[in-house]
Every structure is written in C-alpha cells, then in structure tokens.
C-alpha cells in the first residue's frame, strides 16, 4: 500500500489547517455561502435534506486496517454510528454538524485521510478494479498510476474550477472490467502494443446522469510516460470549451458529442503537440519508487490448501454457497480474494456500523495483510485471505450480520441513498432496495447473476442505466413512481439500458421486477445472463410481461 | 486595490480605456482585446505603455509573437468558480513565455488567490476593504507542498522527491 512521505504528510496538515480557517471565516459571517460552497464541497462536505454530509475519499478503494478503523471512530464519535460505502468506492456520513468538520479532517489526516475533491467541479477520486494486484488477469497493479494521478490531480492550479465535477477510472485487466470505466469522464485501460510495450488505451466522454453515454476512444495506445502530459492537454480543452451556461450540459460528454469525437481527438492531440518545454515530464524515478510500495505482500506456501477447502466446502452447504458467491480466484496459488456483503437483505445498501468497520478492520489484520478494499458495488474486499482461514472468517462475518451470500446476485443492489437523504432525489431508494433484495433473496441462487441498480433521480448516482434492470425515481404530482429500465451493463460488455415503458407505482415494482425476471427464466438459453438474453430478444416480451398484470 | 505577487498593496499605474476613449500620450493605458484587433496600427505607435485585456473566451495562443508588446496582460474571471482564465494564464506563461505583468481580474477572492499565483497571475485586482479585514496575505502562504508544475515555477513534489533523477 501507498505510505504518505513527509511531503504528503505536510501537504495534509496545510489542508487541514487551511479548511478550519475557511470555516471560521463561515461561521463569522465573513464568507457568503455561496462563497463558501464550492470551498467545502472540495473537501467533501455537502448540504443534504436533514443534515450535512460528509464525503471521505477513500482512493481506488484500496484501506489499511487502521484507517477503517478511523472511519469506524469517525461514525461513532461525530455521526450515528454507521457509514455508507458508495459508487465512487468512497464513504459517506450523513448526519454531520459542520463546526465539527475541521476535526474530523484532522483526525482523518492522522492516517493520511481526507476528503479533498470529493465533490466540487474538479477531479473526483481516481477509481479502479477492487481486484487490483490480485488478480490473474491484468497486465500490472493499475494502482500506482491511480496514485500518480491522485497527486496530480490535487489541488490543480489549472483545473480546480472545471466546468462540471471529473471521474477517472483505470483498470489493467485484459478480459474483465470490474472498474466501469466506460462510464468515466475519462477511462484508461492498460494495455500491450504490438511492440510490447505498456501504455494506456484512452477513452473519453462516458458517464451517466441524465445523458448517459459510454467512453469513446480517444487514443489507442497512449506511453506511459506522457501519460500526465496527456490529461493535462485534454482537461485544457475540457475547461477552455466546456458548455458553462448550463450545469446539465457542462460534462466533457456533452462536449465530445457536439464537437465529434474526431475534432475533439484534433483539439486534444493539437495541445498534446504543441507543448515542448511546458511538456510535464514525470521523474521515472518517481513513478518506480510508487510502484514499489505496491509490491505485493509476502505469500504463504499455501499447498494443501485448496483439498482442505474442498472437505470443509462438501461438508457444509452454506458455507460452500458463500465461498461459491463471494470468493474470487486469486493469482498466488492457495489464496483468495474474498467480498464482504454490505447487502444483507432488508438493509439499505452499503451501509456498515461502527462495529463492523472495527471487526472487518481486525479481520483484515489477521488474514489479509491489513489491507480492505472497497468495490464500487458498495461491498468491501479482502484481497488477500489464504483458503485454509475462509471457514472461520466465514462463520465470523456471519456472528457480525455481515455474511450475506449474495455477491453478484440478485440482492445485490447498488442504491444511491435517494429521497431518504439526499436533496436532489425525486423518490427513495432504499425502501425498494430493501423490499427487492428480501422478496429474491430466496429464489437468487436459481436466477443466477442479476445486476439491479436504483437511482432516487435522474442524476443517477445509483447506476440505473448500467443496471440489468435498472429502477428510476420519479415524481408524479407528489407519489413516488419508479421508471424501469432493462439490458444495461457496466462491465466490459458495457451498455445503456433501455427505457421500458411508463414508470409504475411503488408498491407494483416488486411484481414487476418479479415478472420480469420470471420472463428471463423462461426464456434464457444456458447460462445466458440477463443482458444478453435481453439483446437476443429485444424489449418485447419483457414490455409485455412487465404491464401484463399491471 | 491591486495585491502584488507575495499579497502586498500596490500601486496601480495602468489606465484601463473604454472602447471609444482617446488614447493619452504619456499613461500607461489597457485596451480591450477588440480594440487592439480594429486599432492595432495605431496602437503600435502610441508612445505609452500597452496593457491588453482578454476576455476569457479567447485563444490566447492566436496572439503569438504579438504578446511580447504588452506590459500587462489582464484576464477575467466573470465569476470566481468560471476557471477558463486559468487556462490562459498557463499558456501565456508557459508556452508563450509571457515575461509582463499578468493580472486577474473580476471575481477575485481570497480562497482563489493561490491557483491564481500559481497558474502564473503576478497581480490581483480585490475589493480593498475585504482584502485587508480578512488578512488575504496569508492566502499565498497556505501551502509549500505542490503536487505540480506550474507556471510560478515553485518546485513540485515529484521533482523535489528525486531531485537529480
């Protein structure tokens, strides 16, 4: 993992001390607030329906043992005892009082924490594939570029007061996309070119809200080296001709579709070229010395293990039903990586008590190299269990309530927190997470992998275009309806849903979700997910069962 | 009031002109950007000192070898969170080696003053009352770790970690 040096240490504190000022400067009266505004937004604090929020960053994901357990001590001691994991793989509070924040921050700072540009209209935190530096089928750990561009991305002189907010996402897997980076402002793949060389495919101009679209390619093969030179050519363009006059138009995607992807990779490469001596040149030695804190952690000769697993799995049926769900093959021989659900069905989604941050922060002590990370499905990650403890860390996560197996499934529902706290919601979320996730939890081992995403508004924090079937708040003359979409995907067969029909009523979504995927049973072929089954057959026979009983 | 590089008051020297005001002899004077494109001839003669003042929506690379006239180049921030005129400052700076006074102007607040510094501005027109009440000094000290190059040439983080790399 990344270890803060005395630069970032100092870096930090200068925030810190930088944001109580601007706070006490609010709270004499001296700052309007709408002066104040975007000074707190960029360090993540937010004004929602009851309270204000707090955003930490949490950067690609990836936590120590003894910062989870600073954000356990954050939620007992300045919110109700819990926090929620959300999409950006960040945590979130909701019942902040903001004389308090400067100390949060400073207590978050004491294990390099923060919430810098977690919001505001500048770059928001680097994403990535939970499984980074675990998994079999990526290139190298995306990690250190993520990091390179965190401190990049930093408090950017040039690029703090961007049209609109700006998500990047990099992922080095060849086959799979756990990361959703075609629905990043700015996506990056690491890939081989036909020399053998490693650099960055580059992708532009995803996202969704209320104009989904997803990335395209705005360079094939793009040399590591230049990679900081790159993003520093394509946000000038972004923040010299990016749409200012309205906050619905201001994303790069709405700019890449009214220039052309052509004339923007013109503008973009035209900038690239032109720089010479102004051209950032990254210290090689730089970027060496952060991959090497990357470096993977001593493994254990695990032979054995895998024939022990094999007993204890056959022995008991629960138990081989969670390492089946939440375990993934991991690429040292003998170990896994394994996902904690935050979905227990009937729960809000990602959310996790104080509790629970300590114990899954102990656990990761003892069995995963004190290292958490967190997916943007709004589950945790331990990356690095040996196979020979999954049976009692299984039957501890259980004891905790934190031993759903239901990853990937049917209960497994990303929601944005909706009208329950959020200012800009038209409906709830979470009740309709909770009812979906408890009426399918019985039947989800039949359906198989089932992506359900509810958003409480258009701005779709909840991810209902990417959803399998996605589920959309509307208000109509003052009652909750839920607009449905179906077909979408967020991985690397990535698609928009597409819009069903009129939106129902809340208490008919359940039925309708039901029949819908009823309709998928009786029609798939095989293994067929529910996209696919979906892109075979077109809308009709699911517009048809989804108003059937109506 | 005008706040130089470090955050101190100084004296304004610059006449910024209307579009239709005759251009005096000896003053320093600013024109707008469409006034230089209809006077440039006549301009170029003028004895005085030449400011220019570009809106944020232009390209100030199209100037070229032509910025090198200016003693003061004044850019805009209609408001303080529109962040075009940083981008200018940075090419004004960095790529077209802008060596004369650049000043940000409009909206310009406390919390801003150090990207601006640092994208290159070397002058700040504030409200005068506000800027001493609330000591905006303190703004341009508020941090000394940089994660980037930048147009103040401060040294950045990466470069001060492997200095001779």
């Known amino acids: 993992m990344y270890r803060y040096d005395e630069f970032d240490l100092r870096f930090l504190d200068e925030r810190v001390v930088q944001y109580r000022g601007q706070v006490a400067r609010r709270l004499a009266g001296q700052l309007t607030e709408e002066e104040f505004r975007p000074l707190r937004l960029m360090n993540g604090l937010y004004l929602q329906l009851h309270a204000y929020m707090l955003r930490v960053s949490i950067p690609y994901g990836t936590l120590s043992s003894d910062q989870l357990r600073m954000l356990a001590h954050v939620a007992r001691v300045y919110d109700k005892g819990y926090g929620h994991f959300t999409t950006r793989q960040n945590i979130q509070y909701n019942w902040i009082k903001l004389e308090e924040t400067p100390d949060i921050l400073a207590d978050l700072a004491k294990v390099e924490m923060h919430g810098i540009q977690t919001s505001g209209n500048s770059f928001r935190n680097i994403t990535t594939d939970p499984f980074a530096g675990v998994t079999a089928d990526e290139i190298e750990d995306p990690r250190p570029w993520c990091e390179i561009i965190r401190q990049w991305s930093a408090l950017h002189p040039e690029f703090s007061f961007l049209p609109r907010k700006f998500k990047i996402a990099v992922s080095a897997a060849q086959e799979h996309d756990r990361a959703a980076v075609k629905m990043h402002d700015l996506g990056l793949y690491l890939r081989r070119n036909a020399e053998g060389e490693v650099g960055f495919r580059v992708l532009i101009g995803g996202g969704l809200g209320r104009t989904p679209y997803l990335g395209l390619v705005l360079r094939e093969f793009l040399p590591k080296r230049d990679l900081l030179a790159y993003l520093e050519a394509a946000l000038r363009v972004y923040n010299q001709h990016g749409r200012r006059d309205n906050i619905f138009k201001a994303r790069i995607k709405i700019l890449v579709h009214a220039l052309g992807i052509e004339k923007l990779r013109g503008e973009v490469e035209a900038e690239f070229a032109a720089m010479t001596t102004d051209k950032l040149e990254l210290p090689e030695a730089a970027v060496y010395a952060i991959a090497k804190q990357f470096a993977p952690p001593p493994y254990a000769d695990s032979s054995g293990d895998d024939a022990l697993l094999e007993r204890l799995t056959a022995a008991e049926k629960l138990f081989a039903r969670w390492v089946r769900n939440n375990t993934h093959a991991h690429k040292a021989p003998g170990y896994a990586i394994v996902s904690i659900s935050l979905k227990p069905p009937g729960r809000p989604p990602g959310d996790c008590s104080a509790g629970q941050m300590e114990l899954i922060a102990d656990l990761a002590e003892e069995l995963s190299h004190a290292e958490i990370r967190v997916t943007h499905e709004q589950n945790l990650v331990l990356p690095h269990v040996r196979k020979r403890a999954l049976h009692g860390l299984w039957l501890r996560l259980t004891e905790a309530g934190l031993g759903s197996a239901n990853i990937g499934l049917a209960s497994d529902i990303i929601a944005c927190p909706g009208l329950d706290y959020c200012g800009l919601a038209n409906a709830r979320s979470i009740p309709i997470a909770q009812v979906l996730g408890e009426r399918l939890a019985a039947r989800e081992e039949a359906i198989g992998p089932l992506a359900i995403k509810i958003s409480g508004c258009i701005n779709a924090c909840g991810h209902h275009h990417v959803g399998h079937i996605g589920i959309l708040g509307l208000d109509k003359n003052g009652e909750e309806f839920y607009q449905i979409t179906i077909g979408g995907s967020d991985d690397e067969h990535a698609a928009i849903g597409a819009i069903a029909g009129p939106a129902v009523a809340a208490k008919d979504v359940p039925g309708a979700v039901d029949r819908l995927i009823d309709t998928y049973l009786h029609l798939r072929r095989g293994e067929e997910r529910f996209p696919e089954t979906y892109r075979r057959l077109g809308m009709s026979p699911f517009k048809e069962a989804l108003y059937a009983a109506g | ?165």
């Open chain 2, 1 to 165: 009031m005008l706040l130089d590089k470090t955050g101190n008051a100084a004296a304004d020297e610059w006449r910024h002109l209307a579009d239709d005001e005759p251009t005096p002899e000896s003053e320093a004077v600013s024109v707008s950007l469409k006034r230089w494109e209809k006077e440039h001839n006549a301009l170029k003669g003028a004895g005085s000192r030449l400011g220019l003042r570009l809106p944020n929506t232009a390209n100030p690379v199209a100037l070229n070898g032509e910025v090198h006239r200016f003693a003061l180049i004044a850019l805009e921030f209609p408001r303080f969170n529109d962040g075009r005129a940083y981008s200018q400052a940075r090419l004004l700076r960095s790529r077209l080696r802008y060596q004369g006074e650049l000043r940000a102007t409009g909206n310009v607040l406390r919390d801003q003053l150090l990207f601006m510094r640092r994208a290159g501005f070397d002058s700040f027109a504030v409200d005068g009352a506000r800027a001493l009440a609330e000591d905006w000094a303190k703004a341009f000290g508020e941090f000394d770790v940089f994660y980037q190059p930048s147009s103040d040439n401060r040294p950045w983080v990466m470069r001060q970690r492997f200095p001779t790399a």
